[in-house]
């Protein structure tokens, strides 16, 4: 069978490449170059579509013996990316943009990519599992639960599951860089980025959103109390998240944090952390990976964000293509943009965008 491999030129893609070939199909590895060419040069080698990435990508192909491509996708990317992460900030939202390139690049336009090379599945390094009960496909927790990445993938078609192979699902991070490590591969060492991947080195999203729609949402504007009193001036509200904590730009004798970002009205509310605390948030723009919960009151594990722990909620939906989550505990901070990734078990049953508290 002929799968295509998705390849960042780090150590997740090439050991998933190697293991699809090992398993015994025909695998051809394939680089999305998300930016014009001048902006990839230009950019840093910190973008997936750098020189330096794409270089590392073509050299283990080389290795393991498999053909190698360059697909531009940068128009796509640009669309349903960058001017998604751009447009969230600019309403007061904090975006996750990783969330949507998976959906809509490497799990979307990727599929007719990989169909032009006669493939009809795709691979990636993601730590996550697909797994099959009777003749269902579902999305699955990784084994290594420190690095499972479920909840950027929420997002993805149902229809696409039976068509996806994530072989690094089985294996911890330790695992993969020894499998790496013993095949020879130049990326085994190679340091994981944290950041975003489109922003340039030396550059923060601050400068990236400026550069495409100018300094309106850095404009000051006024911070206000929990009573609506002005007790300060922001420094533009693309600068701040839900949550917020450190260089709010207000000195205060107790910790203060962001509570509410009025795009509208250029401004932002700040009160101690009891008022940042919510029991009950609305989401939005929902996927169903499990289709027998669409539209029905249910119970769920959650992950508000991703590097928080499930906390289990009831879930009731309005009718309208939104819900209400109801958690039995209070949680910090959710954050309007940001994804809340639904789990029966280890499975994702499925996720929305939070839109705000209930």
């Known amino acids: 069978m002929r799968v295509v491999v998705a390849m960042s030129g780090g150590v997740d893609s090439s050991v998933a490449a190697l293991k699809i070939k090992e398993a015994g199909h025909e695998a051809i590895g394939v680089t999305i170059k998300m930016w014009p060419e001048g902006d990839c040069l230009r950019r840093g080698n910190k973008l997936c579509c750098s020189l330096e990435s794409i270089q590392y990508a073509r050299s283990v192909a080389e290795d393991i013996g498999i053909s190698f491509h360059v697909v531009d996708l940068s128009e796509e990317f640009s669309r349903e990316v960058t001017d998604y992460f751009v447009r969230e900030y600019a309403a007061g939202r904090t975006p996750n943009p990783c969330i949507y390139c998976n959906s809509r690049i490497k799990f979307g336009v990727l599929f007719t990519e990989a169909a032009k090379l006669g493939a009809e599945r795709i691979a990636t390094g993601h730590y996550a599992r697909i797994i099959k009960r009777e003749d269902r496909y579902f999305l699955s927790e990784a084994q290594d639960k420190k690095k499972d990445q479920t909840y950027f993938l929420y997002d993805i078609s149902r229809e696409r599951l039976p068509f996806i192979d994530l072989p690094l699902g089985d294996h911890t991070k330790e695992e993969v860089r020894s499998i790496a490590s013993v095949a020879g591969f130049t990326s085994a060492e190679r340091q994981e980025s944290q950041d975003v991947c489109f922003i340039s080195e030396g550059s923060d999203y601050r400068e990236f959103i400026a550069s495409k729609i100018g300094s309106k949402v850095f404009e000051p504007g006024d911070i206000l109390n929990v009573d609506g009193n002005i007790i300060g001036q922001h420094k533009g509200i693309a600068s701040y998240t839900v949550g917020q904590r450190r260089g709010i730009g207000f000195a205060a004798r107790d910790p203060v944090y962001v509570m509410k970002i009025n795009a509208d009205e250029n401004t932002i509310t700040v ?68 994804a809340a990734v639904f789990y029966d078990g280890e499975v994702v049953a499925g996720g929305g965008i939070i839109i705000g508290d209930g």
């Not at 119970?299 to 909620?313: L, P």
């Not at 209400?324 to 910090?332: A, T, V």
């Open 271 to 338: 009160g101690g952390r009891e008022h940042v605390m919510e029991r009950k948030i609305r989401v939005g723009r929902l996927n169903w990976l499990i289709e027998d919960y669409a539209g029905k009151p249910a119970e769920f594990d959650v992950k508000i964000r991703y590097g928080s722990e499930r906390s289990r909620a009831v879930f009731t939906p309005d009718g309208n293509g939104e819900a209400e989550l109801e958690f039995n505990e209070p949680q910090f901070a959710p954050t309007p943009g940001q």
